[in-house]
Structures are given as structure tokens and as C-alpha cells.
């Protein structure tokens, strides 16, 4: 009431963010009219002279009305000119409107610009990158797909050379060289996944020659939500080949689960039988009971759904699931436990969650499937047994060490069976072939659920990708390793100035703030919508359903009106084309089976009569352009007020997101044009069934809603939308906790990042291992004396082997001489006596193999352990999730314990390069380093793998520079310097973790 009260006297939000901007735009204009009158020199100069301006001060808002203008002046000199666009000729005919000057300058800004379909985004972003570009850091645009990034850079690059500027493009499969020149260019267009990928292996170069890209300066992200949102739920890894394969795991487990499904499908047929039985005798408690366990044990039981079509069925369900709460909880009295209530079922499945437990019965069945105890399947609390093995007096330190190991071990092999066997599961009963993946050519493939489209190179993480191979009956892929990662948040969040575009944001608005610190900015059309949005159409089931959409798009097609189909899933889009030919209705499906011709089917999907049907709207990108004689004139023509036709888009079911519709709906009604869109659903579409079909039954119910008949009522699309926005936030919580995880492993991500870049373009590599040596220095003095008793009761032993193996130091104190000597003392002596050896090394090797040595060989080292580290944490993860029985937080836990494993690893970093640099014999092999790229794999999921290696370092190791087995990179680059600050040992570390520098970071 109060924000209403707000906007009445202020106006709504986004009519005050337009207000604001519009004398902005009128600047623009009147700039724009006056170098109307500039020659083409005079206004190509005009680059030159912003350049020269910035140098001598001047901010690019100071600039920013005059570059606006310029390049909406260069639009228009454009204006009939052709050029080669794809390989196909294109000619200019656009210049920007006023609302898209507006949408340049919020972009300009760092923020997200909503703009509807047809709005002109592509032309939009022009200004704000040229503007960005200026500083000669780079600007880039980021895409969806590598067809949108060639097809932008080449159609909107000619506006920047014509002002003097370079224009790139990063396409998938490109040499590193060119890949290097692309990002030389002043603006470069690329998709997500390449710029993330180039970030990580610029991260594992091992020469500065290596690295392709620049500073993350500035980009705008075009689809923002599907990149930002929708793909933020899987990280991007470089993969390479494991040194242990555990592909065979699934194979030995399938027969067992595949008998257990079989079993629990048996079991849930019987169930529903006694159901059908009791609802002919009239025994509603017992069918309200037997449904819910029946709808936990086999929730796409086609005989219950069939039964829960009925609305009173659907609503005694629901009694159930009210039954089983009542007698589970202490309040209800009964206190009986999940496993007696589902006494009958091997495993409960929770389909909103997507989760799967087996119970007793499952655990004892599968024991005996496979032959071992179950004992196996339970055993003892970690925490307990390891409580007892310390409390244990009769045990010497050496046996309690054995003793943990032996339980940690244990549990650690109790953990990955219960995964495992809990992948299966998923795989048999909650991932169906044709919906969530494919099998083509003997491998699973997987369809992404918001475009459509097949996600070639992903594979679904924590081995579920494997079980589902095991499912199919396919060869299950080799196991990789993890050689680098990062989630597509902690990239994005590397750049100084980041924006993005789309048709649908606003629904994400709180989501693109609390993560990346974006604000969504609304621009109004430059045509006021004439779109048509038709009331949801309810129908009991599927068959119902498909009938009905069948008959408009025949309707439409025999009054020549071009229909747009949305399906959610490959198999209804197949569906619905048998249907069409069974009835002589000529189509074009868009799937993830169908999609060679995307572009070119989207963009003749405005012709009169065409019916085209798209999986999750594939072919964003791409208008839909009105063919002549589809809008009818129903005033003069060109009055768009006035008019009917347009594009019809039907859309067969809700998506689980409310942008998705969005985006379906926003094919239609383009610039002004007419159109109409509507959704037919069913009580049997998942959305409804898992979320918001009990109500609109009852509704159908009350109102006397027969088979065949359907409902249409704002009550009804309001239900929906509550639906929606409840798995959104439950989308949102999954994208938040991953985040969370990945944070953990981006500040130590950072500090790696960070030493290597020190060590590949520090001037002087000597100065590492010389800061090296006084930490190492530091580490003896802290862990191996103690100012508090007397020095010759110190660990002399470990202190000499452990000087003596890493930095061929030589302590000749004498016993009389170890009772005086002071920490202060014993430090001074450790650093004079390694610099005196590094200096006897640098002159043994001379300056260019020394300098070699002091570069590669911690480069080495550092990529090797965090390869060990990366796959260690990747094997945490997956079993940290079962601390929560011990009361612990998972995610605590996984900081704790992932601190400790970092700073082992640190630790394990210095001792290691330090034996390699002062041990380095005159031999230099040739470069090795990284696996070469054609055995690395790029995907984008989150996987624990294994793979990239360096040659393992040895007291007698060689110095060499690894390098990349792929071509060599060319070009010079500027060094840059190391930025991490200078910190006291006893001051808080700057990474914020709260630990004094010398605990932390420091320790390096």
C-alpha cells in the first residue's frame, strides 16, 4: 500500500530512472546533429582526439555525450552500405533509437539493462564499448553461443573500424595465437564459457608468451540472466586424464540397483492395485496412505498418475502426506519413524529435492545382491570412533595415528558407496532419456534445460554422468581430475566494470544485486507492446492438453498466421510433431536432436503459415521478423494501434522459471508488431504436480469441471506464479550454496593465481626464493624452538635434516656453542648461509639457466600441488555432506578442514621448490609441463578429477621451463608487477581471513 502511495506521487521506479536519463539523450542528439556536418576524416579523427583527452585527464563520463554521438553518427553514415556477415551479405539499416541511447548509457554504467525482444540490445551495446574501449584495456562482449559472437562482431565491427578501432572475435577450437590477437583487438566478442576457459589456462601458462588474455577491464554480458543465472549452477573445469579410474564402480553396482528398481517398481504396482481396490470399496483412509507411500516410492507411476488426474484423488494424497506427518512427529503422538511408516519401500524419493535414501530394507537387500554385510552400508560414527581411539590409554601415538587412518579410510569407503549407489538410483528413476539427456552415437548427452539445446563437452557432476552411462548400457568415459576451476560468479566478479543485457531480468533483480552488485534498469520500448497475453487453459491431463493446442495451430495455420511452439522437453516437442503429421500440417522442430539449422529456422518462423516447435525457445538471438501479409491492417496501414495477426506463440506447459515464459512470450509482438501468446497446462505437468495442482483440482472440482473441459481464471495463473516463484528460490538457494563452496576455493584460487603471476612476469624470479628462504627460515624457528627453554633442547636433528635437504644448509654449531645460541641468532645464520648457497648455484648455472631455474621450477611445483589440492577438495566436498549426522555444518566443516589442507599444501610448496632450486644439477631437459590440450578437457560442470602433471620433482630434479604442448603463443606483454602488499609477520594477513600474516598467507 505504502510503495503504492509512493508511486502515485513520485512515480513507479522505473519512470524515475527515465526521467533521469532523458536529458542525457537529448544531449546525445544534439551532439549527433552536430557532426552531421564533420567530414569523414574529421569524424573518424574524432577517436584520436577522445584518446588524447583521456590521457591529458578527462573522465570517459566527461567524453561520454560526444562518443555517443559519434557512433550513432557512424550508424548513419552507414545507412544502405553492405558487408559480408557470416558469409552471408547484410546491409546496414539501423541507427539507434532513443531508448536504446538510453539502455547504452545504463550499460555504460555497470548495471543490467531489461529491454524487450526486437528492442535493438546488439546495437545498444556498441557505444558503451566503444566508450570503454577508449582506455586501451579492452572491452568485452560476451555471448551465448560462438554463432552470435561471429555473427556480432563481424555485423556490428564495421562501426568500429570505421572509427578507428580493432573488433575480435574468440570462437571455440581457435589456435592460441589467435586467440591472442583476437584479445589484442580494442573490443572482442566471445561466449562465456571461452573467456572463462582462457582465464584458466592463462593460469596454467608457464611462460608469459603463454597468456592470451589482458586485464579483466570491463564487459557486458548479453543474455545475462542465461549466463549469470541459469549457467551459475555449474562451474567451469579443465579436465585431464585420471590416474585412477573409478568408471568400473558403476558397472559392478548396476546390476544390483537395476534388481533393487525393479523390485521397488513391483512393490509400488501392488500398492497402487490395493489402491484401486479400496477406492472401488470406498476406503478412503487407506487409499490417502498407500497413495502417499506409493508417490514417494515410484512418484512417475503411470497408473497413479492416471489415478491422480481425479481431483478427490489428489486431494486424498495430500491426506496422506498430512497422516504420515502427524504420526512421524512427537506431537502427533504415534512417534513412529520414517522406516516403519515406509516399511514396504527399498528407498524414498524426494522429487522437489532430487534427492534419494535408501532405507533398511534397501540396505539389506542390496547387501545381499552383492554379497557383502550389511554392516558395510552403517558404519560407526567417525567422530565417536575417533574419540575413542584417542581416549584410548592403551594405545601409543603411532597406533592412534593408524588406528584414525584405518576408521578414516573405512568411512571414506563408506561414503563413496553410498554416493554411488545413491547416483544410480537417481540415474534409474528421476533422469528420463529424451528429457534431461540423449544417447546418441553410444554417448549420453545432455539437453539443457533452459535453451534446448545439447550441451556437447558437459557431463553432469559427481559422477552422475557415469551412472547414468552405467544406466544406459553405454561405455562409461575414463574419470578425469580437476587440473583448474571456477564457477562463472568468481569470474564474472574479476572485472573492474561489468553490465549485461536481456529481455528478462527483473524477476532476478535480487539475485543479480546480492551476488554480483548489479542493478537492474527497466528501458521502456520505442513501440508500445500490441502484444496479446491470453489467460493459462487448465485441462485435467496431457492427452487433453496436446488435443487442444493441436486444434489452434491448426486454426492458425489455415488462416495463414505463423504459430510459435514451446515445449519444456525434447520428447513433447517430438509428441506434438507426430500429431501435426498425422493431421498434414507441414513444420520445423527446433530440439536438441534438430538443431543444425537453428538460426536460420527461428528467423523463418514469421512467415505466413509457418509453425515452428522450439525446446526452451533455442535460437535466442535470433528475431523473429513478421513475413509479408502476416499483420493485418485493420486502420490505415502503418497504424499499429490498429491491427491483428502477428505471430502466435503457445506455450505447452509452465517452465520452472517465470523468464523463461517470458522470453517465449517475448518472441511475439517485436517493435510494435501485433501477436498473441497463451499456456496450455495439465494437472500432470511436473510444475503442477509437485507444486501447485491440489488447489486448482479442488477449484476444478467445486466448479464441475467434467474430462475435456477446461478452466481459465486469473485465481488459477496466480496459483502458477506462486508455484514458479517457489522453485526459483529453491534455484536461487542451490546457485547461493555452490557459491558459498566456491568461495572457499577463491581466496585460495587468488593466492595461487597471484604467486604464479609474481613468478611469470616478476623481473627478478631471484627475489621469490629469496622471500622463499625467510619464510622457510621463519617455519623452522616457529614449529622447531621454543624461546621458553633452553636452545640446546630444541629438535636439532630435524632442524639439521630438514636445512640440510632443502637448502644444503650445514649448521656447525658446537654443544658447547648450542646452549647460547638465540632464535634471532639461529635465523640470521639460516638465511646467510641458503643465500650464500643460491649465489654458489646462480654462478654454477649462470644468469639465463638461474633465472630459468627460479622462474619454472616453483611453477612446477605450485601447479603439481594444487592439481593434488584441487582433487583432494573435490573428494571432501562429496562426502562433507554426511557430517550433518554428526551435527556438524557441512560447510563449516569443509572451511575448516579446507584452511588446514591449504596451508599443508603451502607448506609442502616452499619445502619442495626449495629442494628443487638448490639441488639443481647443469642437465635441462626440454620442456614439458602441462598435458597437451588434446587430452585436456574443457567442461562445465562440477566434477572431482584429476589429470595435468609436471614431472614430479626429486632431491635430484632437473631445471627446465614446462611449457605447453600446444602451439607456442606469441606477442609482447607487459609485465606484471607483483601486487600483493607488504605485511609484517605478526599483522592481520590482507586476504581477511582474521589470522596473523605469519599463520596465513605468510606462510608461503
Not at 550513432?72 to 544502405?80: A, D, P, Q, S, V
Not at 529424451?434 to 558437459?458: A, C, N, P, S, W
Request: one cysteine or more.
Amino acid at each position: 500500500m505504502a510503495q503504492n502511495i509512493i508511486s502515485n506521487i513520485f512515480g513507479s521506479r522505473k519512470e524515475r530512472e527515465t526521467k533521469k536519463l532523458w536529458p542525457v539523450v537529448e544531449q546525445i542528439n544534439l551532439e549527433f546533429d552536430k557532426l552531421k556536418s564533420l567530414s569523414e576524416s574529421e569524424l573518424q579523427r574524432k577517436t584520436e582526439e577522445f584518446k588524447a583527452r583521456l590521457a591529458d585527464g578527462e573522465s570517459l563520463d566527461d567524453i561520454l555525450i560526444e562518443a555517443f554521438a559519434a557512433v550513432k553518427e557512424t550508424c548513419r553514415r552507414l545507412l544502405g552500405k553492405s558487408w559480408m556477415v557470416v558469409e552471408q551479405k547484410a546491409t546496414w539499416e539501423m541507427v539507434p533509437f532513443d531508448v536504446q541511447l538510453m539502455g547504452a548509457v545504463v550499460l555504460h554504467q555497470g548495471k543490467i539493462i531489461e529491454m524487450a525482444t526486437g528492442e535493438g540490445k546488439t546495437l545498444a551495446a556498441t557505444m558503451p564499448l566503444y566508450l570503454n574501449a577508449l582506455e586501451g584495456k579492452g572491452a568485452y562482449l560476451v555471448t551465448v553461443n560462438d554463432y552470435l559472437a561471429r555473427r556480432d562482431s563481424e555485423w556490428m565491427g564495421e562501426i568500429y573500424r570505421y572509427l578507428g578501432l580493432s573488433v575480435g572475435a574468440i570462437i571455440s577450437h581457435m589456435s592460441p595465437s589467435e586467440r591472442r590477437k583476437q584479445y589484442a583487438c580494442d573490443i572482442t566478442y566471445g561466449t562465456n564459457n571461452e573467456f572463462g576457459f582462457d582465464y584458466l589456462r592463462d593460469n596454467m601458462a608457464v611462460s608469459p608468451e603463454d597468456v592470451v588474455q589482458r586485464s579483466h577491464h570491463y564487459a557486458i554480458v548479453d543474455e545475462v540472466d542465461s549466463v549469470l543465472i541459469d549457467e551459475a549452477r555449474t562451474p567451469l573445469i579443465i579436465a585431464g586424464p585420471s590416474n585412477v579410474s573409478d568408471s568400473g564402480r558403476f558397472a559392478k553396482l548396476k546390476p544390483s540397483i537395476d534388481l533393487l528398481v525393479r523390485r521397488q517398481r513391483q512393490v509400488a504396482d501392488q500398492i497402487i492395485t490395493d489402491v484401486e481396490e479400496a477406492l472401488r470399496q470406498g476406503d478412503e483412509a487407506r487409499v490417502a496412505v498407500d497413495l502417499f507411500i506409493a508417490s514417494k516410492g515410484a512418484p512417475h507411476h503411470k497408473r497413479m498418475l492416471k489415478l491422480l488426474e481425479d481431483g478427490h484423488a489428489k486431494k486424498l494424497l495430500h491426506e496422506g502426506e498430512r497422516d504420515f506427518l502427524m504420526k512421524t512427529s512427537a506431537q502427533g503422538g504415534v512417534n513412529m519413524s520414517r522406516e516403519e511408516y515406509f516399511k514396504d519401500l527399498f528407498f524414498f524419493i524426494e522429487e522437489r529435492e532430487h534427492s534419494i535414501t535408501t532405507s533398511e530394507k534397501g540396505d539389506e537387500t542390496l547387501a545381499k545382491f552383492m554379497g557383502v554385510s550389511v554392516d558395510d552400508f552403517n558404519p560407526p560414527d567417525l567422530t565417536e570412533q575417533i574419540f575413542e581411539i584417542e581416549q584410548d590409554p592403551y594405545y601409543t601415538p603411532e597406533q592412534k595415528a593408524k588406528k584414525r587412518m584405518e576408521a578414516e579410510d573405512k568411512f571414506s569407503r563408506f561414503s563413496e558407496q553410498k554416493h554411488d549407489i545413491s547416483q544410480l538410483l537417481r540415474a534409474y528413476t528421476l533422469y528420463e532419456k529424451d528429457v534431461e539427456y540423449v544417447v546418441q552415437e553410444g554417448k549420453v548427452l545432455i539437453v539443457d534445460e533452459f535453451t534446448g539445446r545439447l550441451m556437447h563437452g558437459r557431463r553432469f557432476s559427481e559422477g552422475l554422468h557415469s551412472a547414468i552411462e552405467a544406466k544406459e548400457g553405454v561405455r562409461i568415459e575414463q574419470e578425469t581430475q580437476t587440473i583448474a576451476t571456477i564457477t562463472l560468479q568468481n569470474y564474472f566478479r574479476l572485472y573492474d566494470k561489468l553490465a549485461g543485457m536481456t529481455g528478462t531480468a527483473e524477476t532476478e533483480e535480487t539475485e543479480f544485486w546480492n551476488t554480483y552488485k548489479l542493478e537492474v534498469s527497466v528501458i521502456p520500448t520505442n513501440e508500445a507492446v500490441c502484444r496479446t497475453d491470453n489467460d493459462d487453459l487448465i485441462y485435467r491431463t496431457k492427452r487433453e492438453k496436446y488435443k487442444a493446442i493441436i486444434d489452434e495451430i491448426e486454426e492458425c495455420h489455415q488462416s495463414n498466421q505463423p504459430v510459435l511452439v514451446g515445449t519444456v522437453s525434447v520428447d513433447v516437442s517430438e509428441t506434438l510433431s507426430k500429431m501435426l503429421k498425422r493431421r498434414g500440417i507441414k513444420h520445423n522442430v527446433l530440439n536438441a536432436k534438430h538443431h543444425q539449422q537453428e538460426a536460420e529456422i527461428v528467423t523463418q518462423a514469421g512467415q505466413p503459415g509457418a509453425v515452428t516447435i522450439a525446446t526452451n525457445m533455442a535460437g535466442r538471438g535470433t528475431d523473429i521478423k513478421l513475413g509479408s501479409g502476416v499483420v493485418k491492417w485493420l486502420g490505415e496501414a502503418g497504424d499499429k494501434t490498429k491491427t491483428s495477426g502477428g505471430l502466435r506463440v503457445i506455450g505447452t506447459e509452465r517452465h520452472e522459471s517465470r523468464r523463461i515464459d517470458r522470453q517465449l512470450r517475448g518472441r511475439s509482438g517485436r517493435q510494435g508488431d501485433p501477436g498473441g501468446s497463451r499456456f496450455y497446462l495439465s494437472l500432470e505437468d511436473d510444475l503442477m504436480r509437485l507444486f501447485g495442482s491440489e488447489r486448482i483440482a479442488s477449484i476444478m472440482d467445486r466448479m464441475g469441471i467434467q474430462e475435456g473441459e477446461v478452466i481459465a481464471h486469473p485465481l488459477v495463473t496466480k496459483s502458477i506464479e506462486k508455484a514458479q516463484k517457489r522453485v526459483e528460490m529453491r534455484n536461487f538457494d542451490i546457485r547461493k550454496h555452490l557459491l558459498e563452496y566456491d568461495d572457499v576455493m577463491n581466496q585460495q584460487r587468488e593466492v595461487i593465481y597471484k604467486r604464479r603471476g609474481a613468478l611469470l612476469f616478476g623481473e627478478n624470479p631471484e627475489v621469490e626464493i629469496v622471500s622463499l628462504i625467510e619464510d622457510y627460515a621463519e617455519y623452522i624457528i616457529e614449529v622447531f624452538t621454543d624461546e621458553k627453554t633452553d636452545s640446546d633442547m630444541w629438535d636439532w636433528k630435524t632442524i639439521k635434516d630438514k636445512l640440510g635437504m632443502n637448502m644444503l644448509v650445514t649448521l656447525d654449531y658446537s654443544e658447547e656453542e648450542l646452549r647460547g645460541v638465540t632464535q634471532d641468532d639461529l635465523r640470521e645464520k639460516i638465511i646467510e648461509s641458503a643465500k650464500r648457497n643460491l649465489e654458489f648455484k646462480k654462478r654454477e648455472l649462470g644468469g639465463e639457466l638461474s633465472d630459468r631455474l627460479f622462474r619454472f621450477a616453483p611453477l612446477r611445483i605450485i601447479d603439481m600441488k594444487w592439481k593434488d589440492h584441487l582433487y583432494d577438495m573435490d573428494r571432501m566436498k562429496e562426502g562433507v555432506g554426511l557430517r550433518a549426522y554428526g551435527h556438524k555444518d557441512p560447510l563449516v566443516e569443509y572451511k575448516k578442514e579446507g584452511f588446514q589442507m591449504f596451508m599443508d599444501m603451502l607448506d609442502s610448496i616452499s619445502e619442495e621448490t626449495l629442494k628443487v632450486v638448490f639441488r639443481a644439477q647443469f642437465k635441462i631437459s626440454p620442456p614439458e609441463g602441462v598435458s597437451a590440450p588434446d587430452r585436456m578437457r574443457l567442461v562445465h560442470q562440477e566434477s572431482a578429477n584429476l589429470g595435468f602433471a609436471g614431472a614430479a620433482a626429486s632431491p635430484e630434479g632437473q631445471a627446465g621451463a614446462p611449457s605447453s604442448g600446444g602451439s607456442p603463443r606469441s606477442g609482447k606483454l607487459r609485465p606484471v608487477k607483483k601486487t600483493m602488499p607488504k605485511v609484517g609477520r605478526n599483522e592481520p594477513c590482507p586476504c581477511g581471513s582474521g589470522k596473523k600474516y605469519k599463520h596465513c598467507h605468510g606462510r608461503v
